[in-house]
């Protein structure tokens, strides 16, 4: 969807949410001449924060292009700001669920109709102790298959600085610096025409990953490690399944 198309419902949640995030954040967006200006693309972003789908939404949107979240159901269900969502073209993901194939369908009809579907591949915050990227579900590299679009890596830094969840802490402050980084589009092509089976989209689901975590190393100027995978603790499949 371009923004030249925006409805009220749209225009009112910029109107909401971009000047308080002019406020509270220092602003380091690079890469933006990766994101296409037009055509249907799936861009898949780590998730370090409660605070950076409102910092990445706000890149994309200055990138020129409207963000549709692929996003919990539970967040879809919070009074008036739920309803906010579905008016703004979000998707909600109810996973485990036979609803979940209505999310991908959603999607992938996004994605067709010249949108920018926005993904967190780990499908929840990460739980690395230092943010790195998690090993990812595989709903991107479905995505992938059913459109053919290209799969773009954002990479979010700093929004820990907003709220931090592994010590839940909260900060006022204005001016807490961020960087949103766009590298170039993944290489799947090894996959074109590929079939949807386990195999294949586990093997996606780690290049799309490894994509991902190789740029955060390269933002924070480190050595990545390797992709990191949460202990099976009762705990963690909870969360897993929330």
Same mark, same amino acid.
């Given at each position: 969807?371009?923004? +030249?198309?925006?409805?009220?419902?749209? +225009?009112?949640?910029?109107?909401?949410?971009?000047?308080?995030?002019? $406020?509270?954040?220092?602003? #380091?967006?690079? /890469?933006?001449?990766?994101?296409?200006?037009?055509?249907?693309?799936?861009?898949?972003?780590?998730?370090?924060?409660?605070?950076?789908?409102?910092?990445?939404?706000?890149?994309?949107?200055?990138?020129?292009?409207?963000?549709?979240?692929? /996003?919990?159901? =539970?967040?879809?269900?919070?009074?008036?700001?739920?309803?906010?969502?579905?008016?703004?073209?979000?998707?909600?993901?109810? +996973? /485990?669920?036979? #609803?979940? &194939?209505?999310?991908?369908?959603?999607? &992938?009809?996004?994605?067709?109709? =010249?949108?920018?579907? $926005?993904?967190?591949?780990?499908?929840?915050?990460?739980?690395?102790?230092?943010?790195?990227?998690?090993? =990812?579900?595989? /709903?991107?590299?479905?995505?992938?298959?059913?459109?053919?679009?290209?799969?773009?890596?954002? $990479?979010?830094? =700093?929004?820990?600085?907003?709220? #931090?969840?592994?010590?839940?802490?909260?900060?006022?402050? *204005?001016?807490?610096? &961020?960087?949103?980084?766009?590298?170039?589009?993944?290489?799947?092509?090894?996959?074109?025409?590929?079939?949807?089976?386990?195999?294949?989209?586990?093997?996606?689901?780690?290049?799309?990953?490894?994509?991902?975590?190789?740029?955060?190393?390269? $933002?924070?100027?480190?050595?990545?490690?390797?992709?990191?995978?949460?202990?099976?603790? *009762?705990? #963690?499949?909870?969360?897993?399944?929330?």
């Amino acid at each position: 969807m371009a923004r +030249r198309k925006l409805g009220f419902w749209s +225009r009112f949640a910029v109107a909401l949410v971009k000047p308080p995030m002019l $406020v509270m954040t220092k602003r #380091d967006w690079r /890469g933006m001449e990766n994101i296409p200006a037009e055509g249907g693309i799936i861009l898949v972003v780590n998730h370090t924060s409660h605070a950076d789908p409102f910092v990445v939404a706000h890149y994309i949107y200055d990138s020129g292009r409207w963000p549709q979240f692929l /996003g919990k159901i =539970g967040v879809f269900r919070i009074p008036i700001a739920g309803k906010i969502l579905y008016w703004c073209h979000q998707i909600p993901v109810e +996973r /485990g669920t036979i #609803d979940a &194939v209505k999310a991908l369908n959603a999607a &992938v009809e996004a994605v067709r109709g =010249g949108g920018a579907a $926005v993904i967190y591949p780990e499908g929840t915050i990460t739980r690395e102790p230092d943010l790195w990227p998690m090993r =990812g579900k595989t /709903g991107a590299a479905r995505l992938r298959l059913l459109t053919g679009a290209p799969v773009i890596p954002i $990479v979010a830094e =700093g929004c820990e600085n907003l709220f #931090d969840p592994r010590t839940k802490k909260v900060s006022l402050k *204005p001016r807490r610096p &961020v960087t949103v980084v766009t590298g170039k589009p993944l290489d799947l092509s090894r996959w074109d025409g590929a079939e949807a089976n386990a195999a294949t989209l586990h093997e996606m689901t780690e290049a799309i990953m490894l994509g991902l975590r190789d740029l955060v190393a390269e $933002v924070r100027q480190e050595t990545p490690p390797p992709l990191w995978t949460p202990s099976a603790q *009762p705990n #963690d499949e909870k969360a897993e399944q929330a």
